[in-house]
């Protein structure tokens, strides 16, 4: 299979001479296309600034970061907004939905904002799979938690990104929602051969991926295919 990203030596450092942070030390590690990959680890380990740098979010202090080939971080700000909005999916524990938009608007604002027109072929078979059917005008307050996930989770597929981030996706849903979104995401990766990189403290969530990424302490101390 052909590698979609590739993470070479990242380091993050925070704070002056005095009082550094090493959140990432000279992290590596590559990534097939329609690969599930699970990172896992402690908290403060380096796995969100691991996903923020992989995201476009947050500039590594050094390395490099490519994806399809393209070096990340040579883009300035311009190019990196677009980056973030077509080539990658970001899917958060707390949702953030604009609270005054209803289904239908959350899902398709990447698309807006890149002044694209909406694919309503995909739109369509997006809220069909999430299960969104009946509720394209409800607000995120009328939704449940788990409504809610769904309709981040069809935000981050709508523009085909390369590669969809999820930072504890489940963290904020109970067990029947958190199985149910867990479906969803992994649905999402063998039908559309959605590359997924999954952030997640649940060890029986972490199994469900085709390998599994450990960081401590801003190192990786083990890459593991999983069957």
Known sequence: MAEILRVEHVSKIYGGEENQVRALDDVSFSVEQGEFLAIIGPSGSGKSTLLHILGGVDRPSSGKVYMNGCDVYTQDDTQLAIFRR??????????????????????????????????KRRLSELKEVLGLNGR????????????????????????????VLADEPTGNLDSKNSHEIMELLKMSNRKFNQTLIMITHDENIALQADRILAIEDGRVIRDEVIG
Do not use: C, T
């Open 136 to 163: 394209e005008h409800h607000l995120p307050s009328q939704l449940s938690g788990g409504q809610q996930q769904r309709v981040s989770i069809g935000r981050a597929l709508m523009n085909s990104p390369a590669i």
């Open 86 to 119: 077509r080539q990658v999916g970001l899917i958060y524990q707390f949702y953030n939905l604009i609270p005054v938009l209803d289904v239908v608007e959350n899902m398709v604002l990447p698309v807006r904002l890149d002044k694209r027109r909406v694919n």
